[in-house]
């Protein structure tokens, strides 16, 4: 398995093979372990390798045996950790994925921020580091030399779909059946048009959409059907474009699922090609955090931009005076009123505006605004921190899935007057390189 160190003494040199010591700097030792490369070295390890490439700080190569195992170096629980490109950090134990995020987290908030947080807050954990997952995109293929359709995650080379049976990671209603549906689709006259396949869970069950390039016939609809009636599943098909989805089982009911938060009693609705949190338990955790963390007394008014289908905006309605939510897509603005309208909440607004252009003008900024809530895409929040700075709410919650941009926000927040006070992980993607954080602004 391909790996990324710091350059080291050499224990011994025989090349193409190596013994290397691998004691890690800590400001380094996140650059390997968050690296996109399985199995790779742990700290204090000294193992056989394979030199693929050498790098001013980091030589790359191939893991052939492990000779001085660390103590925090488990077995993967996943029989296909070594080809499949899914899930790399199968092999390092859940608290060293936790406290190697952690100096990820760390080092980026110096580097790109100049901040130094002394404090993180306890992270947010799941009940299981297996069977989270609740939302997917799995590749379909035929493959003429192994004679079988393949369903599943790519390689870790991305090249080729990994010839695989189950997945660990996704909800067992799922990633127990991935030979279910390859039989399915091998049985369908038109087996070589499906390309992939959607999953997501919710709380009526699975939910399949299968996108199709071809139309499909009379019999592979009765197919798939059938599969939907007999697995209890719901049946999507997707021809086009996510605009052309359309369900197909079962007939009588509507095309949307739903998650619940039960800590606030409420229920959400979302449709199969929507985004939302794929880890269950840690999001319901989430949410009742930002909460706590926003201290709301049931007056003041929440602005949450990028708000989804309203994951954090239906919830705190229940604690807030008001909250105008805020998403790039009209269909999703839809969505938050009309779960809002299901949860018999009165206090939501939903506007339609791309958060990557200028907000000033827009009839919801002209409201002030006590606290806002921010969970944007990886690239950040950059182009509204401006106007954000110029309303100067009190307080500012940030959710961010990308370290790097946050903490070059972070740093424009800090400049900008605010007072970076509580911080934390969220552990939403376990075994992999994914970093989940949380962070109160106040000014």
């Known amino acids: 398995m391909l790996f990324s160190c710091r350059r080291y003494k050499r224990v011994a040199s025989n090349p193409p093979e190596e013994v290397i010591s691998l004691k890690l700097k800590p400001r380094w030792r996140w650059h390997g372990l968050l690296s996109k490369n399985a199995n790779a070295r742990l700290p204090h390890e ?34 296909h950790f ?22 990820a987290v760390q080092e980026h908030l110096q580097h790109f921020g100049g901040i130094v947080m002394p404090h993180f807050e306890p992270a947010i954990v799941s009940s299981s580091t297996y069977g989270y997952r609740m939302q ?13 359709i393949l369903v599943g995650f790519r390689e870790r080379n991305g090249r080729y779909l990994t010839d695989m049976t189950t997945c660990k990671v996704l909800h067992p209603e799922i990633g127990e059946h991935l030979e279910d549906l390859s039989d399915l689709i091998s049985h369908m006259q038109g087996y070589q048009s499906v390309p992939k396949i959607d999953v997501a869970m919710g709380d009526e069950g699975p939910a399949f959409v299968f996108r199709h390039l071809l139309d499909l016939s009379q019999v592979d609809l009765d197919l798939l059907k059938a599969f939907g009636r007999d697995e209890n599943v719901h049946i999507y098909l997707q021809p086009v474009n996510e605009n052309t989805i359309r369900q197909i089982w079962p007939e009588s009911s ?32 989430m949410v009742s955090q930002a909460i706590r963390w926003l201290d709301l007394q049931g007056t003041e008014t929440v602005l949450d931009l990028f708000c989804g289908i309203g994951n954090f905006s239906v919830p ?31 206090n939501i607004e939903a506007f339609q505006h791309n958060l990557m252009e200028p ?42 899935s990308q370290s790097a941009t946050f903490a070059r926000d972070a740093a424009m927040l800090v400049q900008g007057g605010y007072l970076l006070t509580k911080m934390g992980l969220m552990d939403m993607f376990p075994h992999t390189s994914h970093i989940e954080t949380m962070a109160l602004f106040q000014c």
Request: charged share 20%; aromatic share 6%.
């Open 46 to 79: 000294r193992v056989v390798f394979a030199r693929q490439n050498q790098y001013s700080r980091f030589d790359e190569g191939q893991v052939l045996q492990v000779l001085d195992a660390s103590p925090e170096r488990v077995t993967p629980s996943c029989p």
């Open 82 to 103: 070594m080809q499949c490109g899914g899930c790399l950090l199968q092999h390092m134990s859940p608290m060293m994925q936790l406290q190697t995020k952690l100096e």
């Open 136 to 148: 997917a995109r799995l590749g379909v293929r035929y493959v003429a030399k192994k004679g079988r």
């Open 254 to 285: 509507d095309d949307l699922l739903h998650y619940t938060h039960p800590d606030h009693g409420v229920t959400l609705a979302f449709h199969p090609s929507n985004f939302i949190q794929v880890n269950l338990t840690v999001n319901q955790r």
């Open 316 to 346: 705190l309605a229940k604690y807030a005076g008001k909250v105008v939510a805020i998403e790039g897509c009209e269909d999703m603005t839809q969505r938050v009123m009309a779960n809002a309208k299901a949860n018999q909440l009165g």
């Open 359 to 400: 907000i000033d003008g827009t009839m919801w900024a002209k409201q002030a605004f006590d606290a806002v809530l921010l969970d944007p895409p990886k690239e950040g929040v950059e182009e509204c921190i401006p106007w954000l700075l110029a309303m100067k709410p009190a307080r500012i919650l940030y959710v961010s």
